[in-house]
């Protein structure tokens, strides 16, 4: 499966902004799909991820209750809808898809989109 990450850009302190990943391949349902992020000088971490067999969502703490992830399945795509952001969002997302059950670990992701870039101005 190939993935085509877009849908960042720059927005205000509470602003919103919703990212999406486009994949190809007919059998992407199976598949939990994640974001993740990178700020400049970290490393990347995990974000959000949808689980392939049940839909159910997962939430790094900093961002629950501000970002949803939801997956439409006819048009084999997943979105990240980012409200409230904070400067701290800012970074570069990446979409990254596995089939089977959802991690949070990056390294066991084997696709990945190319990243989209977050700026939030304060």
């Known amino acids: 499966v190939q993935l085509q990450a877009s849908g960042g850009g720059l927005v205000q302190t509470g602003g919103s902004l919703r990212l999406s990943c486009a994949a190809s391949?007919?059998?992407?349902?199976?598949?939990?799909v994640a974001w993740f992020r990178q700020a400049p000088g970290k490393e990347r971490g995990y974000v959000a991820v949808?689980?392939?067999?049940?839909?159910?969502?997962y939430y790094t703490d900093s961002v629950r209750g501000r970002f949803t992830i939801s997956r439409d399945s006819p048009k084999n795509t997943v979105y990240l809808q980012m409200d409230n952001l904070k400067p701290e969002d800012t970074a570069v997302y990446y979409c990254?898809?596995?089939?089977?059950?959802?991690?949070?670990?990056?390294?066991?992701?084997?696709?990945w989109g190319q990243g989209t870039q977050v700026t939030v101005s304060s």
């Open positions: 990254a898809a596995r089939q089977g059950a959802a991690t949070v670990s990056a390294a066991l992701y084997g696709h």
């Open positions: 391949g007919r059998t992407f349902n199976t598949y939990s």
């Open positions: 949808i689980r392939s067999s049940d839909g159910a969502t």
